[in-house]
């Protein structure tokens, strides 16, 4: 690869880093002081960077007050000569956040930028700029792609534990130097107060930061934009970001559990049962605190297509909005399945229109492993796969239809990127193991947590004929972050070859687990 040598970490971080050091708990766990006028706004949460393509990307901040937001990149660190872009007011309505678009910027280069927030009545006041890099998409094949990807971050009561270093994963990732991070879902856990100290198996003793939305189950606007805020405390994460673009979509615990369209909760921690209604609120704050053009617009999605130039599409799917009910997941005939039928054809025509040579299906959920939904006591099916090893049943049946499309119209380089189960894993899929053989050979990866519970390694469904190539899980369920078992993936694609090269990797970054393959194949 030739990835742009990137500048000292200490150079691009010390605004972002400087400004955080004024950022006080008490200060986070609520809203944005919008009275303490004295002094300079402040952006003590970071910055971030989102939707970037080969001449284009989103900015990210928050501020602690009403302020305009003032974007200035340049070509190199010292900004002699910058370029400026005025974005927009941030108010209250907004949380005080906000982003501003970045047009015309050149194809593969490194770029440097820095956030001023500006008091509205005196545009000469600005706070203290808080700067950032990242790299914008290759316009040439030759230059290679790398990018990581995980999920599940502060879950089953595991959030940011100073004595451990806190969020540690994020500088395993950031030392790789990617192009940009997937995060495949559960970006928080809405639904998974977070309380001082859990007594370990072994009798020690894990630290939370705790905060007041981390306190309960969120339900209002303010309890979920909380819940957002409360993984930027973490110093690590916010650097990160501040190197790193991401590419993000959502699951269930930016709601609540294992939620789907329609439901009303039976779950005793909350007084509003609507889950439209907390779905309403998340989907808010979700857009508020990510850099997602999509969510924007009218009609905002989350699913839709990233292209990084002609080695990569990222295809990221929204298995959560427009599903249907979780159910035993057996019925003979599905319209609706786990995508919704307009999502899947717009699935199919992104496809098809596709010139990249690899095909990123950035999936929230796996397709083989078959996830329960036990809350209410029966034994529903929160994924697609539901242990029936037989022909299509359920939502394998949108699944299936989608396998033999990508078949039969011959689209090559497909690969299936998840999360969710809390461990890591490479499945391939061949037609001559399954039960239903109408489609090509593919591989599915999963990984994460970043910084939650993980969990063993989940059944198999032998509809598609997985076949579990490696695995690392723990034997017991809920093992903390302190017992290790947090991984991530990374994908790097070589500019020469153009092959793509898939480690599962661990907390500190060992890799686990490695496969090659190989372009212009429609299965591998």
Avoid at 239 to 267: C, K, M, R
Avoid at 339 to 353: D, I, N, P, S
Avoid at 360 to 386: C, F, H, K, W, Y
Wanted: glycine share 10%; hydrophobic share 35%; net charge neutral.
């Amino acid at each position: 690869m030739s990835h742009l040598p990137l500048p000292g970490r200490r150079s691009v971080l010390r605004g972002s880093l400087a400004a955080s050091a004024a950022l006080t708990l008490p200060t986070g766990a609520g809203a944005a002081p919008a009275l303490a006028l004295s002094g300079r706004p402040k952006a003590g949460w970071g910055v971030q960077t989102g939707d970037v393509s080969a001449h284009s990307g989103l900015v990210w901040v928050r501020s602690d007050r009403p302020a305009r937001m003032i974007v200035e990149t340049s070509a190199t660190e010292s900004f002699r000569t910058p370029r400026r872009w005025y974005g927009p007011l941030l108010g209250r309505d907004s949380d005080y956040t906000g982003t501003t678009p970045l047009h015309g910027l050149p194809s593969g280069e490194q770029i440097h930028y820095r956030v001023l927030l500006a008091d509205p009545d005196d545009p000469r006041r600005t706070g203290e700029p808080v700067t950032g890099t990242f790299r914008t998409a290759p316009a040439r094949r030759r230059d290679g792609v790398r990018f990581v990807w995980s999920g599940d971050l502060a879950g089953q009561g595991w959030g940011i534990n100073p004595e451990m270093g806190g969020y540690r994963i994020y500088d395993a990732m950031a030392a790789l130097d990617p192009d940009f991070f997937l995060c495949s879902g559960d970006n928080v856990y809405a639904d998974g107060p977070l309380t001082e100290t859990v007594t370990l198996p072994d009798g020690r003793t894990w630290r939370n930061i705790t905060t007041e939305e981390k306190a309960k189950v969120a339900e209002t606007l303010a309890e979920f934009r909380g819940n957002f805020r409360y993984n930027l405390l973490d110093q690590n994460l916010r650097a990160f970001n501040a190197q790193v673009p991401s590419i993000i979509q959502w699951d269930d615990h930016e709601v609540t559990n294992n939620w789907y369209p329609g439901e009303i909760l039976a779950d005793t921690r909350y007084t509003e049962k609507n889950v439209d209604v907390l779905a309403a609120r998340a989907r808010r704050a979700f857009s508020e605190y990510f850099p997602i053009s999509t969510l924007r617009r009218p009609g905002g999605r989350v699913h839709r297509v990233q292209r990084y130039g002609p080695l990569l599409d990222v295809f990221v799917l929204d298995m959560r909005t427009y599903r249907n009910a979780n159910s035993t997941d057996d019925q003979t005939t599905d319209a609706q399945g786990i995508l919704g039928r307009e999502q899947l054809q717009w699935l199919k025509r992104e496809l098809t229109r596709s010139r990249a040579v690899w095909k990123v299906i950035a999936s929230d959920m796996p397709l083989g492993l078959v996830v329960p939904d036990t809350g209410d006591g029966r034994p529903n099916i929160e994924a697609v796969a539901q242990g029936d090893p037989g022909a299509p049943l359920g939502r394998e049946l949108q699944i299936a239809e989608l396998l033999r499309f990508v078949k039969h119209r011959r689209i090559t380089g497909t690969v299936w990127l998840t999360a969710d189960v809390h461990h890591t894993s490479a499945q391939h899929y061949h037609p001559s193991r399954a039960a239903f053989p109408d489609f090509e050979p593919f591989w599915e990866f999963v990984s994460g947590p970043l910084n939650a519970g993980a969990f063993p390694a989940n059944a198999l469904d032998n509809t598609f004929g997985p076949e579990r190539v490696f695995v690392k899980a723990p034997t017991a369920a809920n093992v903390s972050p302190a017992e290790g078992y947090q991984f991530f993936g990374e994908v790097d694609i070589d500019g020469d070859s153009a092959e793509l090269t898939v480690r599962l990797r661990e907390q500190d970054g060992t890799v686990l687990f490695t496969k090659v393959l190989r372009p212009g194949r429609v299965g591998q």
